[in-house]
């Protein structure tokens, strides 16, 4: 795998001249190397060391080649027709995945076994853990993380990153469950076993809080083995007194602890708070 990532970091330094490194044919043949080992799961953007985010940007250098080696092409399906330069992933029988008429992933995405896809769309560069389901009208942008056994409630954002290569993608741990209309963007990270109450907006700016203390947690981080859910903070100005998001722990839970959906409910109704 170094000899790939040299190779694709000498197209890189000449993307706006590659004929001067290589014929565009062997850059091509390169990089498709680069993201069918992204779309097979022998390699990922980022990863989780040590509790930091260490993303690989070869790879999403890679990303950023295919586009400019791809040519627009017609794609039907059925009574569907789509103009595209990345084609669709195939063989979801064979990956054992499950796709729901109307689910569509991108070539460059990784589906593990077990994953789950109602009709929702994962992009490139995005790796989706064995038994996740991936719900109704939810999005997994490129390059996100998504951890094993999440379940990414109806209408979840979760947002996208390429450029620059160096900016780390949203990260979501394992066992964790994003509620209903959540958006989750902008390099934000979700720790494991999380359950984020619905329509909570966490991007890497917004405040996380501890409900019994009050104190800040960090930014854009929701802790491992937690309920969180979203409220708002006070903040005066010029024009009056507003109501700024913020995300609120409003529960710790064991390490490994798990709701039945019931439980859960009771949970976030203490908090007048909608799952």
Same mark, same amino acid.
């Given at each position: 795998?170094?000899?790939?990532?040299?190779?694709?970091?000498?197209?890189?330094?000449?993307?706006?001249?590659?004929?001067?490194?290589?014929?565009?044919?062997?850059?091509?043949?390169?990089?498709?190397?680069?993201?069918?080992?992204?779309?097979? +799961? +022998?390699?990922?953007?980022?990863?989780?060391?040590?509790?930091? !985010?260490?993303?690989?940007?070869?790879?999403?250098?890679?990303?950023?080649?295919?586009?400019?080696?791809?040519?627009?092409?017609?794609?039907?399906?059925?009574?569907?027709?789509y103009a595209d330069k990345i084609?669709?992933?195939?063989?979801?029988?064979?990956?054992? !995945?499950?796709? !729901?008429?109307?689910?569509?992933?991108?070539?460059?995405?990784?589906?593990?076994?077990?994953? @789950?896809?109602?009709?929702?769309?994962?992009?490139?560069?995005?790796? !989706?853990?064995?038994?996740?389901?991936?719900?109704?009208?939810?999005?997994?942008?490129?390059?996100?993380?998504? +951890?094993?056994?999440?379940?990414?409630?109806?209408?979840?954002?979760?947002? +996208?990153?390429?450029?620059?290569?160096?900016?780390?993608?949203?990260?979501?741990?394992?066992?964790?469950?994003?509620?209903?209309?959540?958006?989750?963007?902008?390099?934000?990270?979700?720790?494991?076993?999380?359950?984020?109450?619905?329509?909570?907006?966490?991007?890497?700016?917004?405040?996380?809080?501890?409900?019994?203390?009050?104190?800040?947690?960090?930014?854009?981080?929701?802790?491992?083995?937690?309920?969180? @859910?979203?409220?708002?903070?006070?903040?005066?100005?010029?024009?009056?007194?507003?109501?700024?998001?913020? @995300?609120?722990?409003?529960?710790?839970?064991?390490?490994?602890?798990?709701?039945?959906?019931?439980?859960?409910?009771?949970?976030?109704?203490?908090?007048? @708070?909608?799952?």
């Amino acid at each position: 795998m170094n000899d790939l990532e040299q190779r694709i970091g000498e197209l890189w330094e000449h993307r706006d001249d590659i004929g001067a490194v290589l014929p565009e044919g062997e850059a091509r043949t390169i990089v498709h190397e680069a993201i069918d080992l992204l779309d097979h +799961g +022998g390699a990922r953007v980022a990863e989780m060391h040590d509790g930091e !985010v260490v993303v690989h940007q070869w790879l999403k250098q890679a990303i950023l080649l295919l586009f400019r080696l791809s040519t627009m092409e017609t794609i039907e399906l059925g009574p569907f027709e789509y103009a595209d330069k990345i084609p669709l992933k195939r063989d979801y029988a064979a990956a054992g !995945v499950r796709a !729901v008429p109307g689910a569509n992933a991108r070539w460059g995405s990784y589906l593990a076994p077990g994953v @789950v896809l109602m009709p929702s769309y994962v992009n490139i560069g995005a790796h !989706v853990g064995e038994d996740t389901m991936v719900d109704t009208w939810a999005t997994v942008g490129s390059c996100a993380q998504i +951890g094993a056994r999440v379940h990414l409630s109806g209408g979840v954002g979760i947002g +996208g990153v390429l450029e620059p290569p160096q900016a780390a993608p949203v990260m979501v741990g394992d066992d964790t469950m994003i509620g209903s209309r959540c958006i989750v963007a902008d390099g934000a990270r979700v720790g494991e076993g999380v359950v984020l109450g619905a329509g909570c907006i966490l991007t890497s700016t917004i405040p996380v809080i501890d409900a019994e203390s009050g104190r800040e947690l960090s930014r854009g981080v929701v802790p491992d083995w937690c309920v969180a @859910v979203t409220a708002t903070r006070p903040r005066s100005f010029a024009g009056g007194d507003f109501g700024l998001p913020c @995300v609120l722990v409003v529960k710790r839970l064991a390490e490994g602890e798990r709701h039945e959906k019931s439980r859960l409910n009771d949970i976030l109704r203490d908090h007048n @708070v909608a799952t």
